[in-house]
């Protein structure tokens, strides 16, 4: 009852010796064993897993689309709502005292690094030009596949799904946690931000299942992100001349090229784990936000500039006129051409990543709340949902906006759309430039795209390690973050060399459907607490953690 201060102290039973002191053995031990079960399963009988993972992806995709697509759009009008409202928009995600531990740059850039990052080098340039060629527009006959007049349509989409709705996602989990973590005292584990719904009882087995999940949500989501960037890693160092042997005759990584991509990655994403946030990853992100604009202002300078402005500016309004019904709407099968090709579609591309994001989400939030404490739910939704939307954006328009002038006019013919989307930005660069400076402008993504690949690592390295050590922050355990580097490294690798990147999407999908759940019972308990919360400060009956 609102008469009544809230719970703040949620007791995590924790070992208190041995290689699992200051964990808890309920999460750790049951992690690891069905993430080692996942890499066994997927190495030693790939047939069988592949078989079994798509029958439970198609059918998860036909009952669970609409459920995917709705869940999302609450995500966003929640976390929009709470920033909008005056009265909740000004509350401290902490004590009154409390000030930010990062400034806004590092903030920024440690944010968008573990958040998307990797994405806006693999997809600013192959998600526009997917779109250019194929979407929804272009199958309802409103629009004409790769013409001029499906530039709009193709921002749009590509908006939709990397926009406002993919940071929600983010936000949520962050915004719940940091709420409960830094106002409540509870530790910063998952399962305190459904407290208000299931009080002292998330100390027991329910506790433990629903962090489990965030952890296994988390290896999957990464393992996909990393895919991606694995793949394009390969291709290049491939173009930078590290010789044939890393790739195939058809582009793709070969498995030496995946193995020695993995051991760097890993390797140095171990490293910088094992120093915290407040060292390897605070530097290595305010190193990939400045090359990161360093590249964005060749793009400025070099690339379609004012097309890609003008793709910015119709995208932006129409997808800002259409989010209302964009984020509604669910495609069933329905026997017509058109209808299943629209089912189809968007179970391929919006349910995949609403799914993408969900499962990305854990480790993401966890880490936004982590270096969150002190700033206002409005400043933090501003800065986790607002700006870095703008910034995928702009980097969408500038970067595949190139690609898609190239393509129209004539200068690229098909090389661009021809080539695997690991492999777009560089024949990007070749056409644009000389080959001396086009080497050197790979060299620059490769290094790039190092970069972002060990941020996003270790900050989900360090994350699952913090929801197994019952929300300690501070790195510890230094075997167990070995272990998620290496188990990590062997989740990637596993589901590239036996299935590709679609063996990693359909266990991504699968393992996102429980944690949406979980994210969903967040929603409700985090409108719970606020309005119950703002219904005690009237009373006078205490809201907050009072600092030792």
């Not at 790939?46 to 609450?74: D, H, K, Q, R, T």
């Not at 197994?468 to 355990?477: D, L, Q, T, V, Y």
Request: hydrophobic share 55%; net charge neutral.
């Amino acid at each position: 009852m609102p008469d009544k201060p809230p719970l703040m102290n949620l007791h995590i039973p924790t070992a208190d010796e041995g290689f699992y002191s200051g964990f808890a053995r309920s999460v750790a031990i049951p992690s690891k064993i069905l993430v080692s079960a996942l890499i066994v399963w997927a190495i030693t009988v790939p047939e069988n897993a592949a078989a079994v993972l798509n029958a439970l992806n198609g059918a998860m995709l036909n009952s669970f689309a609409s459920w995917y697509i709705w869940v999302v759009a609450i995500f966003l009008i929640l976390c929009v709502g709470l920033a909008l409202v005056p009265t909740t928009g000004r509350l401290k995600l902490g004590l009154p005292d409390d000030h930010p531990e990062f400034s806004r740059f590092s903030w920024f850039s440690m944010m968008f690094g573990a958040g998307i990052g990797i994405g806006m080098l693999t997809f600013a340039t192959a998600e526009p030009m997917y779109h250019f060629a194929n979407n929804p527009n272009v199958i309802m006959g409103e629009t004409t596949a790769s013409g001029a007049d499906n530039i709009t349509a193709a921002y749009v989409w590509s908006f939709l799904h990397w926009g406002f709705s993919a940071w929600a996602c983010y936000a949520l989990v962050g915004l719940s946690l940091a709420y409960f973590s830094y106002r409540r005292n509870l530790p910063l584990t998952v399962r305190s931000a459904l407290t208000p719904l299931f009080g002292a009882r998330l100390s027991g087995v329910g506790g433990h299942v629903v962090d489990v999940v965030a952890v296994v949500a988390t290896i999957l989501g990464v393992a996909q992100t990393l895919g991606f960037g694995v793949e394009q890693f390969v291709a290049g160092l491939n173009r930078v001349g590290f010789g044939d042997w890393i790739v195939l005759a058809d582009g793709k990584p070969s498995a030496a090229g995946i193995v020695v991509a993995l051991i760097v990655i890993l390797g140095a994403s171990t490293l910088s784990a094992l120093s915290g946030v407040g060292k390897g990853i605070k530097w290595l992100s305010n190193l990939n936000m400045g090359l990161s604009f360093f590249l964005l202002a060749f793009f400025v300078l070099f690339g379609s500039t004012f097309f890609g402005l003008g793709a910015l500016f119709n995208g932006l309004t129409a997808y800002i006129t259409e989010l209302p019904r964009l984020l509604f709407t669910v495609w069933h099968p329905d026997g017509s051409e058109t209808g299943d090709a629209l089912a189809s579609w968007q179970g391929g591309w919006s349910v995949f990543y609403w799914a993408w994001w969900i499962a990305f989400a854990p480790f993401v939030g966890v880490f936004l709340a982590r270096i969150s404490r002190g700033r206002s739910i409005r400043e933090y939704v501003l800065g986790a949902i607002i700006v870095p939307s703008l910034m995928c954006f702009v980097w969408f328009t500038l970067v595949g906006g190139t690609a898609i002038d190239m393509t129209l006019n004539g200068a690229a013919g098909d090389a661009i759309s021809g080539a695997g989307q690991e492999s777009q930005l560089f024949v990007m660069l070749d056409l644009m430039l000389g080959s001396g400076l086009a080497w050197a402008m790979a060299a620059i993504v490769v290094v790039l795209l190092l970069t972002y690949l060990v941020t996003t690592a270790d900050s989900a390295i360090l994350i699952v390690n913090t929801i197994n050590a019952a929300g300690e922050e501070s790195p510890k355990g230094r075997a167990h973050i070995i272990f998620w580097g290496v188990a990590l490294s062997l989740v990637v690798g596993g589901l590239l060399l036996v299935g590709g990147l679609d063996a990693i999407r359909t266990a991504m999908v699968i393992g996102a459907l429980p944690f949406s759940l979980v994210m969903f019972l967040m929603c409700t308990a985090l409108t719970k607490a606020v309005i119950k919360d703002a219904i005690r400060e009237r009373r006078g009956v205490q809201n907050l953690h009072v600092r030792a």
